[in-house]
C-alpha cells in the first residue's frame, strides 16, 4: 500500500478501537482495507475531522471529552494523544506549517493550536460566529484557498438546535470576512481540486461546485477528498426524512425513515460518471475522507488493531460491531 484513503466513521453503533478504515487507491471492489486503531485508552463510537501534515496525521475523535489522535503518517500507528482543553464537538481540522486549525462546532469557534512533536498547546481563537460559546451556527469544515480560510456552516437554526430548520447555509471566507455562497441546506466540507471550491449539500444528497450541483448521491452527503483535478472521493451516509419519498435528507441523528447508503462514491468531475463502494457493514455514518501517502506494513498494523480490539471486546465491546464484521470477512 502507498496512497491510502482514510476513512472516519461517526456515531458508530457499538464502540470500537479503530473507527478508521484505511483503503487502498484507485478505489475497486476489491480494494484492501485495513481497519486503524487510533490509540484510544477507551472504545470510540464517533471519530469526525482529519488531517494530514509535517509527516502526521490528526484525527478528531470523542471519547469522554474531545481528543485528537496524532498517527505517524507512513506507519499509520499511533504517536500521541491530546484531549482538547476548550474547543468542543470537533468536527473539522486543518494544519497549517505549525498550527493546527480546528472547528469548536460546539462552541461556533475556529480556534488555532501549535503543534509540538508531543502535544498540542496555546489555543487561540481566531474567528467565532457568536459569543456565547454556543452551538449557534453549526460551522462544520475548514479549508485553505489560495491563502484564505474558507469555512462552511448550516446558519441559524428556526427552533433552537433543530438543524432541520436551517436552510441558510454558507460558505465563508473567514479571512476577507465574506460569504461566498448562502442559502445552501446544511453545506459540509468545502474543499479544492486546487482550481476551484467544492462542497456537499448534505441535506439534498448534492456534490456541487460554486457553480452548480455536479452529482446528486444516495445519502447524505459529506465528506470529498480529491484524488486528482478531476477524480473525486465523496462519502455518503444512512440519513433521515421525513417519509421515503421525500427529496431532503436530514442529519442522520434527526428523526424519522432512514434515507440512503453509507458508502464512497469515485466521481468524475467532467463526466459525472461515478463508481460506488458500500462501508454499510462497518458502520451507517461516514464523516471524513483523507488521502495520505504512506508505506504501511500491512500485517503490523492489522495486529495492532486486532489486539486491542480483542482486548476491548473482553469489556465492553460487541463482537457485532464494524471491527469483527471485518474479520469474519463480512465486507461487501
Not at 464537538?89 to 503543534?115: A, C, F, N, P, W
Amino acid at each position: 500500500m502507498s496512497k491510502l484513503l482514510l476513512a472516519s466513521f461517526c456515531n458508530i453503533p457499538t464502540p470500537t478501537s479503530s473507527p478508521i478504515l484505511a483503503i487502498s487507491t484507485p478505489l475497486k471492489k476489491n480494494s484492501k482495507i485495513i481497519p486503524i486503531n487510533i490509540g484510544s485508552s477507551k472504545p470510540i463510537s464517533t471519530a469526525t475531522g482529519m488531517a494530514s501534515g509535517n509527516g502526521k496525521v490528526f484525527i478528531a475523535f470523542i471519547s469522554e471529552g474531545y481528543w485528537v489522535s496524532v498517527l505517524d503518517e507512513k506507519t499509520l500507528l499511533p504517536v500521541f494523544q491530546y484531549k482538547f482543553p476548550t474547543s468542543q464537538d470537533i468536527h473539522s481540522m486543518l494544519v497549517d506549517g505549525k498550527y493546527l486549525y480546528v472547528i469548536s462546532t460546539g462552541t461556533d469557534e475556529l480556534i488555532r493550536y501549535e503543534i509540538t512533536n508531543k502535544d498540542i498547546r496555546n489555543p487561540k481563537t481566531i474567528w467565532k460566529a457568536s459569543d456565547d460559546k454556543k452551538e449557534n451556527h453549526h460551522i462544520n469544515s475548514i479549508f485553505k484557498f489560495r491563502g484564505d480560510l474558507i469555512l462552511s456552516a448550516f446558519g441559524k437554526s428556526r427552533m433552537d438546535n433543530a438543524w432541520r430548520t436551517a436552510t441558510d447555509g454558507i460558505i465563508f471566507n473567514v479571512t476577507k470576512g465574506i460569504i461566498l455562497k448562502d442559502k445552501i441546506y446544511q453545506p459540509h466540507t468545502v474543499t479544492s481540486n486546487g482550481e476551484e471550491l467544492f462542497y456537499c449539500e448534505s441535506g439534498k444528497g448534492l456534490f456541487s461546485s460554486m457553480i452548480g450541483a455536479i452529482k446528486s448521491l444516495d445519502g447524505y452527503a459529506r465528506g470529498v477528498q480529491f484524488e486528482s483535478k478531476n477524480i473525486a472521493y465523496v462519502a455518503t451516509s444512512v440519513g433521515r426524512s421525513k417519509n421515503k419519498k421525500s427529496s431532503l435528507i436530514y442529519n442522520p441523528a434527526d428523526y424519522g425513515h432512514k434515507n440512503g447508503k453509507c458508502g464512497i462514491h469515485t466521481i468524475n468531475i467532467s463526466s459525472k460518471k461515478s463508481f460506488y463502494i458500500d462501508f454499510g457493514w462497518f458502520a451507517n455514518e461516514i464523516y471524513d475522507l483523507l488521502l495520505v501517502n504512506s508505506k504501511v506494513n500491512e500485517q503490523k498494523l492489522f495486529m495492532n488493531s486486532f489486539l486491542k480490539e480483542r482486548e476491548y471486546l473482553s469489556s465492553s465491546i460487541s463482537e457485532n460491531n464494524g471491527f469483527w464484521n471485518y474479520v469474519k470477512g463480512k465486507v461487501k
